[in-house]
């Protein structure tokens, strides 16, 4: 199975909202609403910021917000921040009962 | 609140078996879906496997036939076993437990470097 197709990295300045997209096949993104989002500071555990495409667990910032169309999600940041400098992966449930990531995204603030 | 912790060896010779366990506190295997992920070095996150409570499992096509998982709800532990590893199977291996279609919480991370 292929990773998930992310931009290398976005950049924005801080307050800016920025957007990263995540393009899959209607194997995996496309055909399930399974979709999850990850930040990944370098040396830190991972965190997940969205699951289930458009779901935020308890503790994490409404400035992140995910959304899907057709085989592509997104992740959007809004109000962007010095602390959200990292990197950024998505995830997809896909037909053959397995999981997939994304190629990861580093976002820079500018 | 649940918390996970890798433990095993930091080193494997090539062709030898990787074995890793996860150490579940503060809540039970029973019920939920837990995994293992890995991220080489200066690479990104690879899905390695995940396995249900009640042992079904499922893993990686590329990895499939290397990777074995199992678990033990009476000691709360879930292992991971990766067979004929080479260079290529270095990484920091986490372990996770599934919540929906995400991972959360994640355990630490446990580096293990292939060499003889």
């Known amino acids: 199975q292929s990773a998930l197709t992310q931009p290398a990295s976005v950049s924005g300045s801080p307050g800016q909202s920025i957007t990263i997209s995540c393009t899959g096949t209607?194997?995996?993104?496309?055909?399930?609403?399974?979709v999850s989002w990850y930040q990944h500071h370098p040396g830190k555990v991972p965190k997940l910021l969205i699951y289930d495409v458009t779901n935020r667990p308890s503790g994490v910032s409404n400035r992140f917000s995910g959304s899907k169309s057709g085989n592509t999600a997104s992740l959007t940041i809004s109000g962007l921040q010095a602390e959200d400098e990292a990197d950024y992966y998505c995830s997809s449930y896909t037909n053959r009962n397995t999981y997939v990531f994304g190629t990861g995204t580093k976002v820079t603030v500018l | 609140q649940v918390q996970l912790q890798e433990s095993g060896p930091g080193l494997v010779k090539p062709s030898e078996t990787l074995s890793l366990m996860c150490t579940v506190s503060g809540g039970y295997i029973s019920g939920y879906t837990w995994t293992w992920i890995r991220q080489p070095p200066g690479k990104g996150l690879e899905w390695i496997g995940n396995?249900?409570?009640?042992?079904?499992?499922s893993y990686s096509p590329p990895l499939g036939s290397r990777v074995t998982m199992s678990l033990d709800t009476t000691k709360n532990q879930f292992s991971l076993k990766v067979a004929s590893v080479t260079t290529a199977d270095a990484a920091v291996y986490y372990c996770?437990?599934?919540?929906?279609?995400?991972?959360?919480?994640w355990g630490q991370g446990t580096l293990v470097t292939v060499s003889s």
């Open positions: 996770g437990r599934h919540h929906n279609s995400g991972v959360e919480p």
């Open positions: 396995i249900h409570y009640d042992g079904r499992t």
């Open positions: 209607s194997s995996d993104v496309g055909g399930h609403n399974r």
